[in-house]
């Protein structure tokens, strides 16, 4: 095997391991923090669900802008 097609294939593992990993974090994002939160906005807090998803967008501007 030769010393490019090695760095390559390093390359490849590095490139695949990095995209699932960003896969895994958004399903978990997606079903157990998003969903959660509008359940615990809703269920326990008694907000409307368009006070939950202004306090959501607002949180992931937060987020984004530190």
């Known amino acids: ?3 490019e097609l090695k760095n390559n ?3 490849l593992f ?3 391991l990095y995209v699932g990993m960003m896969a895994v974090g958004y ?3 997606l079903t157990f923090v998003q969903l959660g939160l509008i359940d ?3 269920r326990v ?3 409307s669900r368009i ?5 959501m967008a607002a949180m992931a501007l937060l ?3 530190i």
Do not use: F, K
């Open 14 to 16: 590095g490139v695949s």
């Open 1 to 3: 095997m030769s010393a």
């Open 9 to 11: 294939l390093i390359r």
């Open 45 to 47: 807090i008694g907000m």
């Open 63 to 65: 987020t984004s802008l």
């Open 51 to 55: 006070a939950v998803a202004g306090n």
């Open 27 to 29: 399903y978990y994002n």
């Open 40 to 42: 615990l906005g809703e």
